[in-house]
């Protein structure tokens, strides 16, 4: 089953930073809506970010608002997130999700995504 396969991850200080990627040459994110999600031990899923398929339109969660930054290589067929300045309370595994049939907007909601990763891990000490 075509899932996508994220990358990245890792362990970092307090005030560090990490880019995430995730990809799948078998499953085109051109006009799609693709987010990052996370979800720390004992903790629900909580959504991160999203970008529609127009590269343009963000949404961020109000935790990482102004540290995180989500993009996207439509020639790589490739999702990133950039994260800096990085807090113990960011870490989490880390999950990349795109939409099925086109949602046509952003969405925090894990259960508007189909197509999820295995997820990578972010570990911040402090």
């Known amino acids: 089953q075509a899932q996508m396969v994220e990358s990245g991850g890792g362990l970092v200080q307090a005030g560090g930073s990490l880019r995430l990627s995730c990809t799948n040459p078998r499953l085109s994110i051109d006009v799609h809506t693709t987010a990052w999600f996370r979800q720390a031990p004992g903790k629900e899923r909580e959504g991160v970010s999203c970008?529609?398929?127009?590269?343009?339109?963000?949404v961020y969660a109000d935790s990482v608002k102004g540290r995180f930054t989500i993009s996207r290589d439509y020639f790589k067929n490739t999702l990133y997130l950039q994260m800096n300045d990085l807090k113990p309370e960011d870490t989490a595994m880390y999950y990349c999700?795109?939409?099925?049939?086109?949602?046509?907007?952003?969405?925090?909601?894990?259960?508007?995504?189909?197509?999820w990763g295995q997820g990578t891990q972010v570990t911040v000490s402090s």
């Open positions: 999700a795109r939409d099925v049939v086109g949602l046509g907007s952003c969405s925090l909601a894990a259960a508007d995504f189909g197509y």
């Open positions: 970008i529609m398929s127009n590269g343009r339109n963000t």
